[in-house]
């Protein structure tokens, strides 16, 4: 079966050149959409994907601030930190990078971000906005995967679509918006005991688990459309999904590549959000 490629380096520089045009009406009439991306500590892979943030702001026109923080801080420097970017004229978007430092408690500073700044879509007035249908900032990366089916012309309604992974940045809000579309939903997690039962019978399987390749062609159905939300490195240090992509393909009808697929696009719904936020100072 010759399967597509889901292209979301593409499709999203697609879309970037959309909002391109966006930031340049905006620029005439004075606002500048600003984003500030908060990083606590060392983690290597935080520092690749703050970068691809930074990059994408800066091809985009959009002012960038991003402030690196020792490991050490406390929670209080935190969420002044937060609190002083709330109210700063120059900044719509917050975003702190997750995982947070043991010591600080997640949960505490996402709820400090002002929800007219929460870009990341992660505040709970954001999520219970999205659960109910509302208008919100939808977070990055389940919002990406909507639009990669969308570009790629997969139609959600009537499908039965699964979901492995059930986080609140990822697998939670993934299943939500699959739900809005009219897709039957199905989420697995690490106490479903058949998972291959389920995920064979999915005509769109998404991947959100954090273990890489372990998706093989047995999970599959024939024809179905499986997108991998997984940033894994493999036994050689490689960058690779949660599906064994060499494995699976030839058993789907579309796919999405590791990297070039859902990452390329978490970024580019962070730009869209982050222009969102800043035409609510036209109204
Ligand atoms: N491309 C992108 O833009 C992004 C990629 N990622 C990547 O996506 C992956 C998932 O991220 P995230 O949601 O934050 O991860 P979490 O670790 O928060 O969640 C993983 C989920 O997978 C479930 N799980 C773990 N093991 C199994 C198993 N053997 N069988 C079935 N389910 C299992 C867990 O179940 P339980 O709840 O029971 O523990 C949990 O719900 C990671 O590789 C991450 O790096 C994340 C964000 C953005
Ligand atoms: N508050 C918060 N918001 C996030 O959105 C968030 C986070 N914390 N913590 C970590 C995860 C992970 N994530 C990615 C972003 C970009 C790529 C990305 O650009 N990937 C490229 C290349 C990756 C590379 O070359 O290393 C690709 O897949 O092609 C991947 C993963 C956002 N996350
Ligand atoms: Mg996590």
Known sequence: MSSQLINGKEIGQQIRVSIKEEVQQLATKGITPGLAVILVGEDPASHTYVANKEKACQQLGIYSELIKLPEQTTEEQLLQ?????????????????????????????????????????????????????????????????????????????????????????????????????????????????????????????????????????????????????????????????DVDFADVVDHTAAITPVPGGVGPMTITMLMVNTIQSAKMKLV
């Open 81 to 241: 930190q937060i609190e002083q970017l709330n109210s700063s004229a120059k900044i719509d978007g917050i975003l702190v990078q997750l995982p947070l430092p043991k010591h600080i408690n997640e949960q505490k500073v996402i709820e400090t971000i002002s929800p007219l700044k929460d870009v990341d879509g992660f505040h709970p007035v954001s999520v219970g906005k999205m659960l109910l249908g509302q208008e919100t900032f939808l977070p990055c990366t389940p919002h990406g995967v909507m639009k990669l089916l969308e570009f790629s012309n997969v139609d959600v309604a009537g499908k039965h679509a699964v979901v492995i992974g059930r986080s609140h940045i990822v697998g939670v809000p993934m299943g939500q918006l699959l739900l809005q579309k009219d897709a039957t939903v199905t989420y697995c997690h690490s106490k479903t005991p058949d998972l291959e039962a389920i995920t064979k019978q999915a005509d769109i399987l998404v991947v959100a688990v954090g273990r890489a390749k372990m998706i093989k062609s047995h999970h599959i159905k024939e024809g179905a459309v499986v997108i991998d939300v997984g940033m894994n490195r493999d036994e050689f240090g490689k960058l690779c999904g």
